[in-house]
């Protein structure tokens, strides 16, 4: 991933630029022409191609006709809308606070049917416990410097959220590394709390838990960054900086390709259950 939000996105910019430009000269088209095809000026194609203008919904199916590629026009318009809006800077997110940030998906995770859930790095928010969310999101707040630390009030709005895990309509597919049972936030009464409950819900009809053993002989996949991805058409990335929104059809369907190779590695039921215990003896012999 690049470094940063802002350098991110312009690639993302210049990557739907490199596009709209093939398509130009795959016409065999001069800057002019395309220009007159479209009814723009000619210096607006050449800001396009060089990424210092974002083309609307709109310039993109205009350019796609004088190119007779109209096929591409949804995939680059999806490509071009990620590109301006997939960076959410954090410190945007969290000036109402970390409990504002919770509530504000709880609408979106009822209208959602299938969630699918990597993570390489702690226990998926939908699976956090109240001791052990509100651990972390006291970090996450002392880390980023937000100036009111609610992390214990957006546990408990996190963990109210998390109840439609018991909701019908709603499926759930989690993915973590083994790794991820022994990084301890809080304290081992609430990480050992934290494992517990993950053997509670990992057993939930509508909940399918797996985990991917560090024992792995063999890895066919390497550890991916922490991603959720729902009813294939949103990936959310969360980066210390940012969170990546993915929309791009091509892309989420790279992720959905790397979910279900992790799904492969992955053990389950009595399998999981065990690695899960194991981690909890670890916390205990270390009390």
């Known amino acids: 991933?690049?470094?940063?939000?802002?350098?991110?996105?312009?690639?993302?910019r210049e990557s739907v630029a490199r596009r709209l430009g093939?398509?130009?000269?795959?016409?065999?088209?001069?800057?002019?022409?395309?220009?007159?095809?479209?009814g723009?000026?000619?210096?607006?194609t050449s800001r396009v191609e060089n990424g210092r203008t974002a083309p609307?919904?709109?310039?993109?199916r205009l350019w796609c006709r004088a190119c007779g590629a109209d096929d591409q026009a949804g995939d680059l318009i999806a490509q071009s809308l990620?590109?301006?809006?997939?960076?959410?800077?954090?410190?945007?997110?969290?000036?109402?606070g970390l409990k504002?940030?919770?509530?504000?998906?709880?609408?979106?995770?009822?209208?959602?049917?299938?969630?699918?859930?990597?993570?390489?790095?702690?226990?998926?928010?939908?699976?956090?416990?109240?001791?052990?969310?509100a651990a972390l999101l006291s970090a996450i707040a002392d880390f980023r410097q937000i100036p009111v630390n609610d992390g214990?009030?957006?546990?408990?709005?996190?963990?109210?959220?998390?109840?439609v895990i018991h909701e019908p309509g709603h499926r759930f597919v989690f993915l973590v590394e083994e790794a991820v049972l022994y990084y301890q936030l809080g304290d081992a009464q609430?990480?050992?709390?934290?494992?517990?409950?993950?053997?509670?819900?990992?057993?939930?009809?509508?909940?399918?838990l797996g985990i991917i053993p560090m024992a792995l002989r063999e890895r066919g996949m390497w550890p991916h960054e922490t991603f959720h991805v729902y009813d294939d058409t949103l990936v959310s990335v969360e980066l210390t900086s940012a969170r990546l929104r993915i929309t791009q059809p091509s892309e989420v369907a790279l992720y959905l390709k790397a979910f279900e190779e992790l799904q492969g590695m992955a053990v389950y039921g009595g399998d999981a259950r065990a690695l899960i215990v194991k981690a909890i003896e670890a916390i205990d012999a270390l009390g």
């Open 1 to 12: 991933m690049p470094s940063s939000p802002s350098s991110s996105a312009q690639a993302a």
């Open 100 to 133: 504002r940030l919770q509530e504000s998906l709880v609408q979106f995770f009822h209208e959602t049917e299938l969630f699918r859930v990597y993570s390489s790095t702690m226990v998926p928010g939908l699976l956090q416990t109240e001791g052990y969310a």
């Open 56 to 60: 609307s919904a709109k310039d993109i």
């Open 190 to 208: 609430a990480m050992a709390a934290q494992l517990g409950h993950l053997l509670t819900a990992g057993a939930l009809p509508a909940v399918s």
């Open 40 to 44: 723009w000026h000619h210096a607006k």
């Open 82 to 96: 990620s590109a301006e809006s997939m960076y959410r800077e954090w410190r945007l997110q969290v000036r109402g």
């Open 22 to 38: 093939d398509l130009r000269k795959g016409a065999g088209l001069t800057v002019t022409e395309l220009a007159d095809r479209c």
């Open 152 to 163: 214990p009030e957006a546990a408990v709005a996190r963990v109210e959220r998390s109840r």
